[in-house]
């Protein structure tokens, strides 16, 4: 079986400060992780995901996740916070091998504040 | 190119009512998602169409929710008659393939308020 937690429900920051949100997975098979943002009133839309390459994954907008098998995690950063980052970010698991059922996190809304 | 379409945008019913919602996903996109996304959570899997076929619909209240993809295009998901509990947002998305490993891409989502 299949989890994701996440484990701010909340992340405030200030503009041009560095940005984490934190995700914690789990899974029985090799994972394949995503992280999708939420902008209101607008669809998901995709900002980076893992799929068993490389463990430092690069995504849209400047963000950024480290897949951490030892830590079964999976956190988003970004070195500079920006006004228009401020949405609802989504940490997605799904198995390869298992019964394909993408889990979503319930979501981190992050604030950012001028 | 494209993106996945939803109507209608905003719904609002008496509970025991009826509602349908319409998708059309991206051209050439073999898979469908519906998900059910309740304020403060995260989206919930409803239902997986790979073309015309439903790959798991284990989350699907069968009782009283459907969807049909004919044609392996564009699909609708029906609630009959609908409770409070579904106030929520029903998003849609395609993905190419439907692999673990694929992205999928959403629609805007169609919110609905149940009374």
């Known amino acids: 079986a299949q989890s994701v937690t996440q484990l701010d429900s909340h992340v405030s920051v200030s503009e041009g400060t560095p940005v984490l949100l934190r995700c914690n997975y789990s899974s029985s098979y090799s994972p394949s992780l995503f992280w999708y943002v939420q902008h209101p009133n607008k669809g998901l839309q995709l900002l980076l995901k893992y799929t068993s390459a490389a463990t430092l994954v690069k995504g849209i907008n400047g963000f950024e996740a480290e897949f951490k098998k030892s830590e079964t995690s999976f956190h988003l950063t970004k070195p500079s916070a920006h006004m228009s980052d401020a949405a609802e970010y989504f940490c997605?698991?799904?198995?390869?091998?298992?019964?394909?059922?993408?889990?979503f996190g319930r979501g981190t809304s992050l604030i950012v504040h001028p | 190119e494209a993106g996945v379409a939803q109507s209608p945008r905003y719904k609002i019913i008496e509970k025991r009512q009826s509602v349908a919602f319409w998708c059309n996903p991206i051209?050439?996109?073999?898979?469908l998602y519906w998900y059910q996304q309740i304020l403060g959570q995260g989206p919930k899997l409803l239902i997986q169409f790979q073309n015309n076929g439903v790959v798991d619909d284990s989350q699907l209240p069968k009782d009283r929710f459907s969807a049909e993809r004919l044609k392996g295009v564009d699909s609708t998901l029906k609630i009959q008659p609908a409770k409070l509990e579904d106030s929520a947002v029903y998003l849609c998305a395609s993905s190419n393939r439907g692999t673990t490993k694929e992205t999928q891409y959403f629609g805007p989502g169609t919110r609905l308020l149940v009374l």
């Open positions: 997605v698991v799904s198995e390869s091998g298992g019964s394909y059922i993408p889990t």
């Open positions: 051209s050439g996109h073999a898979t």
